[in-house]
Every structure is written in structure tokens, then in C-alpha cells.
């Protein structure tokens, strides 16, 4: 799984399989079901954290399956874009930007896929993707497609919660996103493209590229200051167990500096955690998911 994320770690998944059409996709997802073969959805692998020990079971890409990026409806003022969760993330912005559409500049600089984005209500201080979400497709666990409403899904900091019924039937962690749409406002193209320019120039300024990471490894506290400035105050930038350190650019990243394991960062993760509540009685939670054994 080393070679699907962004963290350049992770051990073997039993399987990896990339669907050609969603007919397939829904057809896989049924029969692992119905044999009880546990399965995972990788988007870009961005937000993620494998563990050494590799993923038991299947893990599905819509990289193939899942591409495409159209306009549902247009009334002038309001765009409706539908995107298949397999593209790129920025793709669906730099579409936006194109076609003078506000909304989606909260996205710009995340990597990673539209599905992924959707599952983890990816954003930034400007606003999440729950903010311009009108509805989302789903293949549930048995194959079967389902539209929800913007109106059925609760979106948290970080995560989005897919109905109570999905969740009651044991089939929430096999559930795949195939496609979302976002409702856009037509706006001046100037304005968009200039605010697109000072967001990604002071991304670059403030994030530890090029090195691998996950992006923020901490979600910040409901009030008071960020998890970076936590960090930085408990001493840790620059803290290091083999190749996992803590960014000295950006505290909240923990970047692979060569060779690190997961184990590695995890291991990093906990110190942070530990120093943090010992200095200022605050638990951090991780925003990355850690998945596999
Ligand atoms: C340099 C860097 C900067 C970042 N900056 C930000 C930022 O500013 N804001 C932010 O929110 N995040 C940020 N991230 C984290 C990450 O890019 C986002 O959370 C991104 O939206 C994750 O998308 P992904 O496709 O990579 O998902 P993955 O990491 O592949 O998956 C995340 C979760 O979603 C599930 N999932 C993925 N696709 C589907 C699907 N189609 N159906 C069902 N479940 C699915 C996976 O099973 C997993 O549980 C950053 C990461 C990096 C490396």
C-alpha cells in the first residue's frame, strides 16, 4: 500500500482492485459481501495512515471506474457540477475556476480524489466540501446504487455521517461514494482566479512539500489554537523516530523523511499526543485515518 499513498507507507493489501465500469464495481461489491470478505475504498490514499502490517482483505480503487466531470443543471446564477468520486480533486476545482463558478476555492491545493474529499468533508478554514454538497450517489453493500439528499447526510468536522439505515445494516465501511454534485454560483472570473492565486501561493508558502505526508496530522481544538501551534509550543518541531518527523515548517505535518514506517509515525503521533496533554491538558485527535493491522 506504500505505492497508493501519500505517506509513501503501508504494508500489503491481500488484494487491489480497480474496477473497470461501476457495473463491475457494484457487482464486486455485492459478491464480497455476500462471502464476507472484508474491503476498503482508496481514493488518492492522501489521508491516510497503513499500517506495516498491510490491509486484510480487498482494497478497491475508482481510479478507472468512477472519471468524469459534467454540468447537471444550469439556471445562470447556480451551476450544478456532478463529479465521479475516482477524479482528481483539483481537477473538479480547476473546472469550476474555468467556467467562473464560486464555491469550490475552499478545495484548492487538496490532493486526493472527489470520493475521498466527500467521505472525510475535506476543507480548509474558507469552508468545507459539505458546504456546496447537493447530494451524493452510493453503491451500497448489496450493489445497489442510492441517491441521498444533501439533507440526509450530516456533515462534522472532518467527516461526513451517511444515514442511520446504512450504518444499522453493517454495510457503513463498504458503502462507496461513485459520484457527488455541487451546487456552484456563477461569479466574476477575476475575482476567482485572483483569490485561486493568493490561496495557493500561501499554501505553498506555509506546507513542508515536497516531502510525503498526509497533510494535517491533528484536527485542531474546537476553540483557542491550532494543533500546529500546539505542537510548536510543546518544543516538537523536529522531533524525529527514523524517518517520520515532525515538519519544522508546519508543526501539524509529520513528513516522511526517507524510509519511515508507520510505525514510525505513529510512534511520533503519540509523543506529540503525550507532550501536548502533559504541557496543556489537551487531548489531540488525529484528522488522518489509520487504517490495518
Ligand atoms: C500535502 C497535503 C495537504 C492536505 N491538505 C488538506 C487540507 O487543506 N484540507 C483537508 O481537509 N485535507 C487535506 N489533506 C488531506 C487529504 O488530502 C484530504 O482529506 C483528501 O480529501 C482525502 O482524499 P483521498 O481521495 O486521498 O482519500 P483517501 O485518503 O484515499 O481516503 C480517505 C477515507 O475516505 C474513504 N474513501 C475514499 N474514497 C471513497 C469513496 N469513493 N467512497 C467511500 N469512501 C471513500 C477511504 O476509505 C478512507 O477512509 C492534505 C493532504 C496532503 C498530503
Known amino acids: 500500500m506504500s505505492r497508493h499513498t501519500s505517506f509513501r507507507v503501508g504494508g500489503p493489501a491481500d488484494a ?94 487538496i490532493p486526493g480524489t472527489v470520493g475521498g474529499a466527500i467521505r472525510v468533508n475535506a476543507g480548509t478554514a474558507l469552508g468545507w466540501i459539505s458546504d456546496i454538497l447537493e447530494s451524493i450517489v452510493v453503491i451500497d453493500a448489496t450493489g445497489r446504487m442510492n441517491t441521498i439528499p444533501r439533507a440526509d447526510l450530516r456533515a462534522a468536522y472532518r467527516t461526513m455521517i451517511l444515514p442511520d439505515q446504512w450504518e444499522k445494516s453493517g454495510s ?23 483569490e485561486a492565486i493568493k490561496i495557493l501561493q500561501q499554501r505553498r508558502r506555509h506546507q513542508p512539500t515536497p516531502l510525503p505526508s498526509a497533510g494535517c496530522i491533528f484536527k485542531n481544538p474546537a476553540t483557542g489554537k491550532t494543533a500546529g501551534e500546539l505542537i510548536d509550543l510543546a518544543g516538537l518541531k523536529g522531533y524525529k523516530v527514523g524517518g517520520a518527523k515532525v515538519s519544522t515548517r508546519h508543526a501539524n505535518f509529520i513528513v516522511n523523511t526517507g524510509g519511515a ?8 503521533m503519540a509523543r506529540v499526543r503525550e507532550s501536548v496533554y502533559k504541557k496543556f491538558q489537551i ?11
Request: charged share 20%.
Open 16 to 109: 487491489f482492485v480497480t474496477p473497470a465500469t461501476v457495473s463491475d464495481l457494484s457487482v464486486l461489491m455485492s459478491g464480497l459481501n455476500v462471502r464476507g470478505i472484508p474491503c476498503r475504498i482508496i481514493g488518492g490514499g492522501t489521508n491516510l495512515i497503513i499500517r506495516d502490517g498491510g490491509i486484510p482483505g480487498v482494497v478497491v480503487s475508482l481510479r478507472q471506474c468512477c472519471r468524469g466531470i459534467t454540468i447537471a443543471a444550469s439556471d445562470g446564477a447556480r451551476t450544478i457540477l456532478e463529479a465521479m468520486a475516482g477524479e482528481n480533486l483539483q481537477k473538479l476545482c480547476a473546472v469550476a475556476i474555468r467556467r467562473n463558478l464560486g464555491g469550490l476555492n475552499c478545495a484548492l491545493g
Open 172 to 194: 457503513y465501511a463498504r458503502s462507496v461514494i461513485v459520484s457527488g454534485r455541487f451546487a456552484l454560483k456563477s461569479e466574476d472570473g477575476k475575482d476567482i482566479k485572483s
Open 261 to 268: 514506517t508507520a510505525s514510525d509515525i505513529l510512534d511520533v
Open 283 to 293: 487531548s489531540l485527535e488525529p484528522e488522518v485515518l489509520i487504517e490495518g493491522e
